[in-house]
C-alpha cells in the first residue's frame, strides 16, 4: 500500500465547503483578517493577510494559492501519523490540521488515537474537542466548528 501524501478531489472539496472562498479581505468569526480559501497569510511570502490588501483575481487563483497553503499540512499529517490511512481518513486529518495547525494536530488527542488504532466514540470525542472559539475571552462552543469536526470524524470513518 502506497503511503497517501496529497489531498485528493474530495479532500479539497471537504475543507473549501466549509472555508468559503472569498476573493476579498475579510474578518472571520473571531477577528482574524481572512482571504481566499481560509488563507491569514499568503503562502508565497508568509505575509499575513490585511483589511487593506487588494482582492485575489479569481476564484482558480485563490484554489492555487491554497494548494499551497495546504502543502504543509498534508506534510504534518503524513509525517507523524501511521502510513496505512487511507485517502478519507487523510482527508479528514488534513480538514482538522488545516483549521488548528500543525502543532494543534502533532499534540492532539486525535493524532495519539490515530496513531493507536482506536476509533469510536473515543475518536470522535477527540475531534469534537476543537469545537471552541474565543469571545470576550471566553472558549465557547461554536456550531459551526463542531458541524465541521463531526463531518471530519464521519469522513475519517467512511469505507468508501
Not at 465547503?17 to 499568503?42: K, S
Not at 508568509?46 to 492555487?64: C, M, N
Request: glycine share 8%; net charge neutral.
Amino acid at each position: 500500500m502506497k503511503e497517501i501524501t496529497e489531498l485528493d478531489d474530495a479532500g479539497v472539496k471537504l475543507i473549501a465547503d466549509f472555508e468559503g472562498c472569498v476573493l476579498h479581505p475579510y474578518l472571520d468569526q473571531v477577528g482574524i483578517c481572512t482571504i481566499g480559501i481560509g488563507m491569514t497569510y499568503y503562502p508565497e511570502t508568509g505575509k499575513k493577510v490585511t483589511i487593506k490588501d487588494k482582492p485575489l483575481e479569481s476564484i482558480a487563483e485563490a484554489y492555487r494559492q491554497f494548494k499551497l497553503m495546504v502543502k504543509p499540512k498534508c506534510f504534518a499529517v503524513y509525517s507523524v501519523t501511521r502510513a496505512d490511512l487511507t485517502q478519507n481518513e487523510f482527508n479528514a486529518l488534513v480538514s482538522l490540521t488545516y483549521n488548528i495547525g500543525e502543532a494543534g494536530y502533532k499534540g492532539s488527542t486525535v493524532h495519539l488515537l490515530v496513531n493507536q488504532h482506536i476509533t469510536g466514540d473515543a475518536l470522535k470525542n477527540a475531534f469534537c474537542m476543537w469545537d471552541k472559539v474565543t469571545r470576550d475571552g471566553k472558549h465557547v462552543v461554536d456550531e459551526g466548528l463542531l458541524k465541521r469536526r463531526i463531518k471530519e470524524y464521519n469522513t475519517y470513518i467512511k469505507t468508501t
